[in-house]
Nanobody
Framework: QVQLVESGGGLVQAGESLTLACAAS????????MGWYRQAPGKERELVAS???????NYADSVKGRFTISRDNAKKTVYLQMNSLKPEDTAVYYC??????????????????WGRGTQVTVSS
């Protein structure tokens, strides 16, 4: 039906950068808000950043000034540029999107869809 596929995770040293991408595909009618959560071992999942369909953005205080979220509506893709990475940024990063799907000509109510996650590890 709908798939969100993340890419770009990996192992970096503190101070380095990574860019995550998440592409949506499937029976998509419209995409509303998109964003990224993360979950570190032993911690709850937390919102990192989000972007609306009109490109308004929101960030967790812990990443403001270091991370930038953006989207390409034509490609149905959301990005997370992560600079000045810290060991405390180590987590599995999950993308999400609020999507209205269409099936057999019927548009459904919006629903949240999630990617499977990509590991980001920052060594000190």
């Amino acid at each position: 039906q709908v798939q969100l596929v993340e890419s770009g995770g990996g192992l970096v040293q503190a101070g380095e950068s990574l860019t995550l991408a998440c592409a949506a595909s499937g029976s998509i009618y419209t995409i509303g808000a998109m964003g990224w959560y993360r979950q570190a071992p032993g911690k709850e999942r937390e919102l990192v950043a989000s972007v609306t369909s009109s490109s308004s953005t929101n960030y967790a205080d812990s990443v403001k000034g270091r991370f930038t979220i953006s989207r390409d509506n034509a490609k149905k893709t959301v990005y997370l540029q992560m600079n000045s990475l810290k060991p405390e940024d180590t987590a599995v990063y999950y993308c999400y999107a609020l999507i209205r799907t269409i099936r057999n000509g019927v548009v459904r109510e919006p629903d949240n869809f999630w990617g499977r996650g990509t590991q980001v590890t920052v060594s000190s």
